[in-house]
């Protein structure tokens, strides 16, 4: 079985290729409701839909940048527009429509643009300040809202309870069941009249109703859980300036006229225009199509909503929101087309067809078997042309019993038990800090062999404080020495330190609006920023004092950043970098001394800052190198500024402790068999004290530098990666090398984490890709899987556990079904085939479908992790789903009940000494009573798979308490008070004292069967 699964219902994690897709659903046979089944799918013709429009938006961008360039050109001899604003827009006090905004920017209309008097002139017609953004007052807001719309897509409508129960009854065998039920209504009441006539037909009325409703209550719980998370997914933040002040603001109330501020990695939020900012680049592919990135500044203004922010930062115009966007429109037929299937979704659509094929065969046989020992019986009495109503109704009763195998043979609640379980899996992991973005992350997780972490911000606390600097080439101790460091510097180089933290800055220092100073921006700038305000600096002075020329953001290939700034002195031009110490070191060849004097840097001097570099880094500390050069040559803004050159101004080594607990994580990882390295752009003795502090880097592992691993050869990384533990110094390329190799050549399942936009490829390339939430872009959270809200390793390992959790649920209740298909398949047919009767009645086998299908489902597929799972060795990718401990179980319960029922079908009457018109049927009720019994026990038997204490933990679990405890209610009312209707009757306390013991007799024979070794 195993083999034709993976031959033909076989999808990949992540990038399952739409023939693959198309393959298994063709390949899907005996589909009872393909509306239930298949919910949980993606919408190929809705996605074929989306990449129409995707094609249809690249046209008509590429023709509209193409019009936008010639009428650069022509721009002067334009006539002006003839727009007239409408009237209901005059009498709201704005001088222009969301109309004419929308196609502006869409349309890439420079000739609009300059009508309406270009950027600044369209903020004045939308009333809107440049510098000081829109006003908070809440009526204001709300009439911009009404006359603009809001920045919300156009989402499907939830359904509701009732859309739910009417798909769970498109079920193609409860409708045939349905049909049999009215025959026999109206044939009973015909020949028996009413009440009598009627108990089989609403008996078997009243079972659908009770599957449906149970089928459709679990469904719309599922579709509200799922709800639940996409509002999550969908929560993201973006600076703006309202009223003056900086703040964080949701992208769904985001209005036209709004300033967003922008930067590497964002995505931008709804269409607008670029008012000011450096060296933006922008990828406009997620759009488009189009792989190139588009540069917008002053002269092409033009911001996409849905675009990203590939290089540089800017503050932007909102002037279309909502589904007036291209993307919008985009968004709203992708949501459509769903997520694609999970790779266990597929698979056990696979057994599902597999299992309901042979059931249909042993349904046809049972019925030609059950129907030929009728004729027999007619043709040896000679009445086979005179039919009563009573063989009509048995004909009926012998047609429901073959469709009712149908029902219990075709196990249609596979698929949709790893969707249960993953919904309840991903409710859980959002308390738990994990935001699963596609379904499939949640059971590869349980897979995962290792995961490569970043260092700052995941294994660290990402709070970091200065507390060491060189400076001047004086080694002090910033944490101890505070304000006092201020007047041991000499004033000149304490001029250039602060007007090089100030200016050459991601971050900016602002006063929120309760009047307390804000440092805004990443943990590593505001550390610096903080030092700067501690040495005496002023952010907002600095700022005023020097015009800035130029712009090079930090990146994670160049490791540094860089300003050039226009001195007031003369306008003479002055550059700014930092970065990697080493890095910005060797682009030194001068130095600020202990005088304040610019010196040559000799070989003493490198040798001296190469050896404190290495003692900070040895102290677990990151450490920056600040330099500076002036330009006497002159420099043009399309120059890059130089990478040589530079006088060192100053080292400093900033403390980020490891977080609280990641060491146990580590420690936890190793004991589960997955491997975790640390992928950093540290320096290497940095890396490597945390490495060794968090438990990461022992005796025998290897820390190797990005440089030096990208030199190797393939059959050096073959002998090498096993040992790599530490990687420092790595570029997003090495990251992305290192999953690639340990994917494909060493064919681990590799989970890796990111944060920043150039992580986007190794988190895409990766079984699993985690994004954090705090720290990390836009970019790299559109990327990855699973979204770290904490950004705590720790949280990473809880995430593995769930997958485990979900994977090992789903292998539950696969055991524990197929065990229930097996019996009730071969009884049934058995049965028919040698005593020309089947024990188990449509009624009943329907009441058996419940419990093994929707309740064991809940029992079985939603119980919690615990701490056993980690001392397990993960799956990897080469693991068998149906294991062969799981066959043996199934085989070994299986074997166990048919005895038991068969036993009772021969020995029972004599045995309870049943005798008497109703005997058979108090032996068939008694049969019915054991069956179920065992599926009872075998329910708390398939807990464990391998472990013999099945209990452990049992009442953590609420729900499968609550699952057991309401089967045997029903299980009593159903025998005890629903005779009539189910074919049942009341049973004697020693028969159910019996009954209960043969189910029990299932634990220790299951015990028993996890001895023998597979």
């Keep these: 079985m195993e083999s034709y699964l993976n031959q033909n219902f076989d999808v990949k994690a992540k990038h399952s290729s739409e023939e693959a897709l198309e393959k298994w659903r063709n390949l899907c046979g005996v589909v009872k409701n393909p509306k239930r089944r298949f919910r949980f799918t993606a919408n190929l013709s809705k996605r074929y839909e989306a990449a129409a429009m995707r094609r249809t938006n690249q046209e008509k961008l590429r023709i509209a940048v193409l019009v936008s360039k010639a009428a650069f050109q022509f721009i002067s001899g334009v006539a002006p527009s003839d727009y007239t604003v409408p009237e209901e827009v005059k009498a709201a006090g704005f001088d222009i429509c969301a109309d004419e905004l929308g196609s502006i920017v869409e349309s890439h209309d420079v000739k609009k643009l300059k009508f309406h008097g270009g950027v600044d002139g369209l903020a004045g017609k939308l009333k809107a300040s440049p510098t000081e953004g829109l006003s908070t007052d809440a009526a204001h807001l709300s009439q911009r809202q009404d006359l603009f719309g809001i920045n919300k897509f156009a989402e499907s409508e939830l359904k509701s309870f009732w859309v739910f129960v009417w798909e769970a009854l498109q079920d193609m065998t409860l409708m045939i069941l349905g049909v049999c039920a009215f025959v026999s209504l109206i044939v009973g009441i015909a020949t028996e009249g009413w009440p009598k006539g009627s108990h089989d037909g609403l008996g078997i009325v009243a079972s659908i109703l009770l599957v449906v409703f149970v089928t459709a209550t679990s ?70 199509g189009e792989s190139e990135p588009v540069m917008v500044n002053a002269q092409n203004p033009f911001l996409l909503s849905g675009t990203k922010v590939q290089d540089g930062s800017c503050k932007m115009l909102i002037t279309t929101v909502g ?65 009563s109503g009573d063989e009509a109704l048995e004909l009926l009763e012998y047609f429901a019993i073959a469709v009712t195998i149908v029902v219990v043979a075709v196990p249609e609640g596979l698929p949709l038990a790893v969707t249960l379980s993953l919904a309840f899996a991903m409710k859980k992991m959002m308390n738990d800090k994990a935001l699963v973005r596609h379904l499939a992350a949640c059971e590869t997780m349980g897979s995962a062999t290792t995961i490569c972490s970043d260092k700052t911000g995941t294994l660290t606390t990402n709070h970091m404080t200065v507390v060491k600097s060189c400076i001047c080439m004086n080694v002090q101790d910033v944490a101890n020495k505070g304000s006092s460091l201020q007047s041991e510097i000499p004033e000149s180089a304490l001029k250039l330190l602060i007007q090089s933290i100030f200016n050459n800055t991601g971050g900016e220092v602002v006063v929120n609006k309760h009047g307390k100073t804000e440092i805004l921006g990443t943990p590593t700038e505001t550390a610096i920023l903080e030092l700067g305000l501690s040495l005496g600096g002023k952010f907002q002075e600095e700022r005023k004092s020097y015009k ?35 890095i910005v070191l060797a682009a030194c060849d001068k130095v600020v001394n202990s005088s304040g004097e610019v010196v040559p840097l000799d070989e003493e001097s490198i040798k001296y800052l190469n050896v404190t570099i290495n003692e900070f880094a040895n102290e677990a500390l990151r450490t920056l190198c600040l330099a500076y050069m002036d330009l006497e040559n002159g420099f043009s803004p399309d120059e890059a500024i130089p990478a040589s050159g530079f006088t060192c101004v100053g080292i400093v080594g900033i403390k980020d402790p490891v977080r609280a607990g990641v060491k146990e994580s580590v420690e936890l990882c190793r004991r589960a068999g997955i491997t975790v390295r640390m992928v950093t752009g540290d320096n290497i003795n940095t890396a490597k004290a945390i490495a060794r502090e968090c438990g990461i880097l022992t005796d025998d592992g290897i820390a190797i530098e990005g440089p030096v691993f990208r030199e190797k050869s393939q059959e050096e990384l073959l ?16 990251k992305h090398t290192l999953v690639k190799q340990l994917r494909t050549t060493f064919d681990e399942v590799v989970a890796v984490t990111g944060d920043g936009t150039n992580d986007a490829p190794a988190l895409h390339e990766a079984d699993i890709g985690l994004a954090m939430g705090i720290a990390g872009t836009e970019v790299a959270k559109e990327s990855a899987d699973v979204i770290i809200l904490d950004d705590n390793f720790s949280t990473i390992v809880t995430v593995a556990k769930w997958g485990r959790s979900v994977y090992i649920n789903i292998q539950k209740f696969v055991q524990f079904q197929l065990t229930v298909n097996v019996v009730a398949l071969i009884v049934n047919f058995s049965s028919a085939c040698l005593t020309g009767d089947a024990p188990l009645t449509a009624v009943q086998l329907l009441w058996v479908n419940m419990i093994m299908d929707t309740l064991g489902a809940l029992a079985l597929a939603t119980e919690p992790p615990n701490n056993e799972l980690m001392k397990r060795l993960p799956v990897g990718r080469r693991g068998n789903f149906i294991t062969n401990a799981m066959w043996r179980n199934i085989l070994g319960q299986s074997v166990y009940q048919f005895i038991v029922i068969w036993f009772l079908q021969a020995k029972g009457k004599s045995m309870f000494g049943l005798d008497g018109p109703d005997s058979t049927l108090m032996l068939n009720t008694l049969i019915f009573n054991c069956f179920v019994f065992c599926q009872v026990f075998n329910e708390i038997s398939s807990r464990e798979m391998e472990e013999i204490d099945v209990f452990k933990g049992i009442l953590d679990n609420y729900v499968f308490v609550v699952v057991i405890g309401a089967t045997v209610f029903f299980q009593i009312i159903i025998i005890e008070f629903l005779g009539t209707f189910a074919s049942t009757t009341p049973l004697t306390i020693v028969q159910w004292i019996f009954s209960i013991i043969i189910g029990f007799l299932g634990m220790p024979i299951a015990a028993g069967l996890k001895m023998i070794p597979v």
Excluded: C
Aim: charged share 25%; aromatic share 8%; no cysteine.
């Design 219 to 288: 469904d719309y719980r599922q579709s509200l859980q799922f709800r639940d998370l996409d509002k999550e997914k969908k929560k993201i933040t973006v600076q703006v300036t309202r009223s003056g002040f900086r703040q964080k603001l949701s992208i769904y109330d985001l209005l036209p006229g709004d300033i967003v501020h922008l930067a590497i990695g964002d995505q931008v939020p709804a269409d607008g225009l670029f008012l000011s900012g450096f060296s933006v680049v922008i990828d406009e592919s997620s759009l488009t």
């Design 323 to 387: 589904m007036r966007t291209q993307w919008g429109k985009l968004m709203a037929t992708l949501t459509e087309g769903g997520d694609d299937e999970t790779p266990l979704q597929v698979k056990l659509n696979g057994v599902a067809t597999i299992i309901g094929k042979i059931g249909l065969f042993f349904a046809v046989v049972t019925f030609a078997v059950l129907v030929q020992g009728m004729f027999m019986r007619k043709l040896s009495t000679g009445t086979h042309w005179i039919w």
């Design 548 to 582: 800035v020329i130029k712009v090079e953001p930090f990146n994670s290939t160049k490791k540094r950043m860089g300003v050039v700034i226009e001195l007031p002195e003369g306008g003479s031009l002055r550059a700014h970098t930092k970065g990697a110490s080493e």
């Design 719 to 734: 002998e090498l990666i096993p040992k790599i533990q530490v990687m420092a110094r790595s570029s997003p390329m090495d």
